[in-house]
């Protein structure tokens, strides 16, 4: 029978929940709306999604070697402040840059920063909360910090839509990216000490976390995750488009952006549930509600109307993010080891940020370019069709195969 987990003191749940709410203000900043900005910039495709790859490519390094440090050397905190600090000056210099080379070099090097934070981020918030059901109290500050600067950044478009008709100000989004992500990266050394978890440990992590492959489940944990993965940049690199475009939903940049904030105000509502509904149903059930809305949320997109049923669908990502992202660091942290939590992670975030994101956007950008119509615009039902279908097809094959069983000897 396993030892009841201490509570965390509220104190330091407080502290954790601003930790999430400085760390998703800045990514949100920086990533919402990209994909417009880079549209403005003259960027195909296949180039924005190339941009976007970056992100996966430094998922396939920079967790594994983060995981491994805060594993072996340094506390996950102070880890985790160094990252959102670096970034800092890196984002000003991107948003000095017009060029497809620059912008891409510059944005890989945020990436390399970003994606070991996200897990080290998780690594810190688990060590503290004792009860990993409580995830939900602390990440949904991190929900609310998005909603903030997104519908900070819509109110600043609105003004330059009226200003300046005609004019892109998207790019100012990186600035306010960077501004936060020091503040962030600052606040960051200040956080509960979050030692390392193996001292003795003589590799990169790499050894300890493939163990788990002898464990089925997780097996078919990673292959969802990798699966769910591929279909993310239909959605992430290319919905703020199609919600803009004449021949997609046809709004201005600030509607469509408030339009993709819905997903986040369902996010908290979903969040504020995890708990309970863990509880009652458990892990498996999580997960399988979270790939069925991802999978619903893309059969709504490709009717394309009436926008109402759109903005409804964007309301679905909270489902998505809670119930599958959220659901799948929970079931990976409760597999693994006390001495290797912070490796598994970066194994889940290599598979699902890491290879499946990498092929993912290339997936996304070349269909996106191979779409597009005489005249301008893009054939947007065809688009959503292909992760659709995929997603449904994987929540199938998951539901059959996914046996889920606690690491016994999962400590803290």
């Known amino acids: 029978m396993s030892e009841p987990q ?23 900043a920086s990533l919402v709306l990209l994909s417009g900005y880079m549209a403005d910039l003259g960027f195909s495709g296949t180039q924005i999604s190339s941009v976007y790859a970056t992100m996966a490519m430094a998922a396939l390094v920079s967790p594994f070697l983060a995981g491994w440090l805060a594993d072996r050397f340094f506390p996950s905190q102070v880890m ?20 497809f080379e620059g912008f891409w070099f510059c944005i890989a090097g945020v990436s390399l920063l970003r994606m070991p934070a996200r897990t080290l981020s998780n690594v810190v918030a688990f060590h503290h909360l004792g009860d990993r059901t409580r995830i939900g109290q602390v990440r949904v500050w991190g929900t609310l910090g998005w909603i903030f600067v997104s519908w900070c950044l819509s109110g600043y478009l609105r003004l330059w839509e009226g200003w300046d008709p005609g004019g892109s100000h998207m790019g100012d989004a990186l600035l306010v990216s960077a501004v936060v992500s020091a503040i962030c990266g600052l606040y960051c050394f200040g956080l509960p000490h979050t030692p390392p978890g193996n001292r003795q440990a003589s ?25 769910s993965s591929t279909m993310n940049p239909f959605f992430y690199n290319f919905a703020f488009l199609f919600l803009t475009e004449a021949q997609g939903v046809g709004l201005a940049p600030s509607t469509a952006n408030w339009v993709q904030s819905l997903g986040q105000v369902g996010e908290v509502a979903v969040l504020l549930m995890l708990g309970t509904t863990l509880r009652r149903f458990g892990i498996k059930r999580i997960l399988l509600v979270g790939i069925a809305a991802q999978s619903l949320r893309f059969s709504l997109f490709t009717l394309g109307d009436p926008a109402w049923l759109v903005a409804a669908a964007m309301c679905l990502h909270g489902f998505v993010f809670t119930f599958y992202a959220v659901g799948i660091t929970i079931a990976v942290d409760e597999m693994s080891d006390a001495d290797n939590r912070a490796s598994a992670q970066g194994l889940m975030a290599m598979i ?52 889920h069983g606690r690491n016994s000897k999962s400590t803290r």
């Open 352 to 403: 699902r940020g890491g290879a499946g994101s990498l092929l993912g956007n290339y997936l996304a950008g070349t269909t996106y370019d191979r779409l597009a119509v005489e005249g301008g615009g893009h054939e947007w039902t065809s688009f959503f069709l292909l992760p659709a279908v995929v997603t449904g097809v994987g929540l199938i094959i998951f539901g059959l195969l996914f046996r």
């Open 80 to 99: 985790l402040g160094i990252c959102y600090i670096l970034a800092a000056p890196i984002l000003v210099v991107a948003w000095q840059q017009t060029t």
């Open 203 to 227: 590799s990169l992590g790499l050894g300890a976390s493939f163990r788990l492959l002898r464990n089925p489940g997780f097996v078919v944990l990673l292959g969802i995750g990798f699966v």
């Open 6 to 28: 201490a509570v965390a003191p509220r104190a330091t749940v407080v502290r954790l929940s601003a930790m999430f709410w400085l760390a998703q203000m800045s990514d949100a």
